[in-house]
């Protein structure tokens, strides 16, 4: 539950473009600092984008299927949830210190879910730092990568696991690296992307809402297959 994973979902609700049937689920740990709370609220500054997105997911809490990824039954209850889906969205992982890393974890279940009921896409959110993620170096790229090492080791350790786990499923997969999702920064409805470091330059920041339609699409139409993709504003 996420912002990422929220905006996925309203976007699927609310836009035209995107027609689909969607099946929300939201995985935490029963009792840890995240909690069970379903946190119906979006950390963006753009007050009309905040309020109609706080709404539409209001209108979805009930079927929002949560399930705690600690539990022996979670594989079982996360294939039950996605059973007869084209393509699955993974929004796990979190940046913030202090807070539990499973991600990892998360996303071992979530790839035993989907083998088991036999669903070939995933498109999985990663971050930027992590792998080989095509950016220019920076002065930003490099104290992003700095604090990867040291305050936020825990994240980095997290994340390369949860790619490692992707990139081995054998699934038709996409991770998907953000640069930096920022409250700040208002949605254009696309960004671009990076697939080497060819490829030009990405801005170092983005919107949530739109790092969510561009994992969405990918879904919904896949373009790319077994690889990983930086996203961001192309600054070139």
Not at 12 to 19: D, K, V
Not at 76 to 89: F, H, K, L, R, S
Not at 148 to 175: N, P, Q
Request: glycine share 8%; proline share 3%; net charge negative.
């Amino acid at each position: 539950m996420g912002d990422v994973g929220k905006f996925a979902m309203t976007l699927a609700e609310s836009e035209p473009s995107l027609s689909c049937t969607f099946r929300p689920i939201a995985l935490s740990i029963e009792g840890s600092s995240e909690g069970m709370d379903l946190g119906l609220e979006v950390d963006v500054e753009d007050t009309d984008l905040k309020e109609k997105t706080e709404k539409l997911l209001r209108t979805i809490e009930n079927n929002i299927v949560k399930i705690d990824v600690m539990k022996d039954s979670a594989e079982t209850e996360i294939g039950n949830a996605i059973e007869g889906a084209d393509a699955v969205i993974s929004c796990l992982g979190n940046r913030q210190p202090k807070m539990e890393r499973w991600s990892s974890l998360g996303t071992k279940k979530v790839i035993g879910a989907m083998k088991a009921k036999n669903i070939k896409r995933l498109v999985s959110l990663s971050s930027m730092g992590i792998g080989k993620d095509f950016l220019k170096t920076t002065l930003l790229t490099v104290l992003w990568g700095a604090m990867l090492r040291t305050v936020l080791r825990s994240v980095r350790k997290d994340l390369t696991a949860l790619e490692k786990d992707v990139s081995e499923s054998g699934l038709d997969f996409v991770l998907v690296r953000p640069v930096g999702l920022t409250p700040s920064e208002p949605p254009r409805g696309y960004c671009d992307w990076l697939l080497s470091k060819e490829d030009g330059k990405l801005d170092f920041m983005l919107s949530k809402s739109d790092a969510a339609t561009f994992m969405l699409r990918e879904a919904l139409d896949p373009t790319l297959h077994s690889r990983e993709v930086t996203i961001g504003y192309s600054s070139s």
